[in-house]
């Protein structure tokens, strides 16, 4: 490419939405390649904390340190003329956090593009690091794609893939696909800002929808396979965390393994699931559906997070043959 057709694309008007740390890396990489970002769109600011103090998403305090415009609709769906008054050539979203109405997916010449944390069409929705660990899948990714109104539906441009491991927690894997969102971005920008980028379309045979993490979806059932168990804490940790309940008592797992012992179910299959059928001193043993989940970290209602070992080691309130439920 000739320098000035170089710096012509440069100058293209850039609209960045997003929010969460996911977000940051992002636009942290476009600022870093000297893109023509004339403005950040991102979700008001909200109250964290016990003492509700109103904080700003990392996006805004990036857009902030480099004097970049931010705009901070309640609901984008019907205030969107900010967004519009950028006059942005294109629109790039990351873990923006509400749906971007079509006014606004219509208005950018080179369209609006997302770095979705899927290997689409499989989980399309607001929680796809989460249930690709829930739900064993192998591996995952992110995707460069086109918007459309139907939610992650839209072409896809670019793919980069990663496994996932038996260590990875939805907070490692969702650090390191911030990472791989932002390179591939970096990598496939200047072929969309030239018009030369690819566009596939999303198989829909293949269409998987993972929704936000509800509260049910938080809570433990020991009835399910010790795999399950093992994915579900994994997937849920740190944010938002898998609970179940002890004689009336809320308990968080953080983490845990499956027990290898091949001899488990023949001392304890009659116990009903959840029943703690040993108490080590590092772990408490769980009957699951087919074997035994080892708890490792925990969080006692009103106490800290913190290993097993270092919570035996004080007062404790599980016994064998006692039931979570």
């Keep these: 490419m000739k320098c000035a057709e170089r710096e012509g694309h440069m100058n293209k008007r850039i609209v960045f939405m997003g929010t969460a740390s996911f977000s940051k890396e992002v636009l942290e990489m476009l600022i870093k390649e000297n893109y023509n970002i004339v403005g950040v769109v991102t979700q008001p600011d909200r109250p964290v904390g016990r003492k509700k103090i109103l904080t700003s998403s990392d996006v805004k305090t990036v857009a902030l340190e480099h004097n970049i415009p931010v705009v901070q609709p309640e609901r984008i769906k019907k205030d969107y003329q900010g967004v519009l008054d950028l006059k942005p050539d294109l629109i790039i979203t990351a873990a923006y956090g509400q749906i971007v109405p079509t006014a606004v997916l219509d208005a950018p010449e080179l369209g609006c593009i997302n770095v979705h944390a899927s290997l689409l069409p499989r989980h399309r929705g607001g929680a796809p690091v989460h249930r690709a660990i829930i739900e064993n899948d ?38 390191r696909l911030a990472v791989m ?59 938002p965390g898998c609970f ?50 080892l708890i490792t970290e925990l969080q006692v209602a009103g106490k800290k997070r913190m290993s097993v070992q270092d919570y035996l080691n004080g007062k404790s309130i599980f016994e064998v043959g006692q039931k979570f439920e």
Excluded at 146 to 170: F, H, L, N, R
Excluded at 194 to 215: A, C, F
Excluded at 261 to 287: L, P, S, W, Y
């Design 138 to 175: 192998e591996k995952t990714g992110v995707t460069i794609m086109y918007m459309a109104e139907k939610m992650d539906a839209g072409d896809i441009i670019s793919q980069s893939e990663t496994p996932i491991s038996d260590e990875d927690t939805v907070g490692i894997l969702y650090d």
């Design 244 to 293: 179940t309940t002890y004689q009336g008592t809320r308990v968080k797992l953080w983490s845990g393994k499956i027990h290898q012992c091949e001899n488990a179910m023949r001392h304890h299959g009659q116990e009903d699931n959840g029943t703690i059928v040993k108490i080590f001193k590092d772990a408490i043993g769980v009957k699951a559906e087919d074997g035994i989940y």
């Design 181 to 239: 969102g932002a390179e591939l971005l970096k990598e496939t920008l200047p072929s969309i800002l030239e018009g030369t980028n690819k566009r596939i379309p999303q198989d829909p045979e293949l269409v998987t929808i993972s929704p936000i993490i509800s509260r049910e979806d938080e809570r433990l059932d020991w009835n399910h396979s010790t795999r399950d168990i093992f994915n579900k804490v994994r997937g849920l940790n740190p944010w």
